[in-house]
Nanobody
Framework: QVQVMESGGGSVQAGGSLRLSCLAS????????????VAWFRRAPGKEREGVAA????????YYADSVKGRFTISRDNGKNTVYLQMDNLKPEDTAMYYC??????????????????WGQGTQVTVSS
């Protein structure tokens, strides 16, 4: 079984930065975390869930929502079973609960929440103007 846990959320002023961490542990169907694709999603009050960034297993290819391109960076440290989301130049509209999700192997499209099997409980990010 795979467990996913986010950390690093908090409150920051507009223009500031935060780094979220996603710690994943366990195996599923022979896939270690290093062989799993991981993504960050967010949900703001009254809005639909939005895919923010994803990193595919193996290839290291990354994907970003247009709303965060150039400001957010997803990276992974397989030795630590951790995926990071570096968020810079934060805006009030980035305020949301952020969730980490994972699935084994490769599935497309990368920012489709329905493709992900394992989810964390979320971490709150609040950006004030």
């Amino acid at each position: 079984q795979v467990q996913v846990m986010e950390s690093g959320g908090g409150s920051v002023q507009a223009g500031g930065s935060l780094r979220l961490s996603c710690l994943a542990s366990g195996y599923v169907s022979g896939y270690a975390i290093s062989a799993m694709s991981v993504a960050w999603f967010r949900r703001a009050p009254g809005k639909e869930r939005e895919g923010v960034a994803a990193t595919y297993s193996g290839s290291g290819v990354t994907y970003y929502a247009d709303s965060v391109k150039g400001r957010f960076t997803i990276s992974r440290d397989n030795g630590k079973n951790t995926v990071y989301l570096q968020m810079d130049n934060l805006k009030p509209e980035d305020t949301a609960m952020y969730y980490c999700a994972a699935h084994p192997g490769y599935r497309s499209p990368p920012l489709n929440a329905e493709k992900y099997d394992y989810w964390g409980q979320g971490t709150q990010v609040t950006v004030s103007s």
